[in-house]
């Protein structure tokens, strides 16, 4: 299974297939969605919804890396 990533500008994304956070400041939120890692970079970052399959970041979002 592959994450989703839905980004409304550059303010908030939602990550479907999330099931872990690996790390997590104002900066960064590092996110595990089945055998990917997904690096979220910006400022003033919050995680704002995590469920069991699901996670939605909010903040002024810089960038987004994958790493298997």
């Known amino acids: 299974g ?3 990533i839905t980004l409304t500008g ?3 994304a939602v990550i479907d ?3 872990g956070v690996l790390d ?4 960064k939120v590092v996110l595990r969605a089945g055998r990917l890692t997904v ?3 910006g400022r003033d970052l919050r995680l704002t919804k ?5 996670a939605m970041v909010e903040g002024a979002i ?3 890396e994958y790493s298997y």
């Open 2 to 4: 592959g994450g989703v």
């Open 24 to 27: 997590y400041d104002s900066e």
């Open 17 to 19: 297939g999330c099931d």
């Open 39 to 41: 690096r979220i970079g």
């Open 62 to 64: 810089s960038g987004i």
């Open 10 to 12: 550059n303010r908030s």
């Open 50 to 54: 995590l469920t069991g399959s699901s």
